[in-house]
């Protein structure tokens, strides 16, 4: 939903599409979350907390779309703080309950998944000159080579890192909050990588 109206959400400033859109997400992260309580001993508490966090935060922002336009905008980032807060809450008295492995393989997929927008840039960077440019092939195939081999270098340079290994030996509070939030600089500065290579087909 939100992927399909993305024009209309930045364009036109519908911003209930993307409310809309997350409230879906999160009432099937909370069945999950719900399987989770029922069916896991151990993860009750973590299970709870997710919950009552995933809607009380969504409950937040279908009355953010009722605000006033002069509380919108300090709404939002008070919101965006609670957002980032709510899963050290909800982790806050049932810490040692995760696996490492799995949480390296989870942020190595989402890797991946930016890595796509990136390997879209490349291509469009290609097609763009291939259809709008008078250079010669031999250029053009350089030029595509050396975008490729900068796409697949940042994939070579982020699993050389035994990201398992690492949480596993370190298994302390701040070691999870810290790979789990250090994540989003990593994916903003590989999506910046294939958003500016758009940008460069596009002017």
């Keep these: 939903m939100i992927a399909a109206n993305i024009h209309q959400f930045y364009e036109q400033g519908l911003t209930w599409i993307g409310v809309t859109g997350y409230a879906i997400m999160r009432l099937a992260s909370c069945s999950q979350w ?25 409950a937040l922002w279908i009355s953010w779309l009722f605000l006033p336009a002069s509380l919108q905008t300090p ?7 609670a957002e980032l807060l709510m899963p050290v809450w909800a982790r806050s008295e049932q810490f040692d309950n995760w696996h490492p492995g799995h949480i390296a393989e989870r942020y190595g997929l989402l890797t991946i998944i930016v890595l796509g927008e990136g390997v879209v840039g490349v291509s469009n960077t290609i097609q763009y000159f291939l259809t709008h440019s008078a250079s010669a092939a031999s250029s053009i195939i350089f030029l595509g080579s050396s975008l490729v081999a900068l796409v697949f270098s940042l994939w070579w340079l982020y699993f050389i890192v035994p990201f398992d290994r690492i949480l596993n030996k370190e298994r302390r509070r701040h070691d999870l909050f810290l790979f789990g939030y250090g994540h989003f600089f990593i994916f903003a500065s590989i999506a910046g990588l294939g958003s500016m290579l758009n940008l460069v087909t596009e002017s």
């Design 75 to 81: 709404a939002l980032f008070l919101f965006i703080l």
């Design 34 to 58: 719900w399987r989770v309580y029922r069916q896991v001993p151990g993860h009750q508490k973590v299970a709870w907390r997710s919950m009552v966090g995933l809607l009380g935060l969504q």
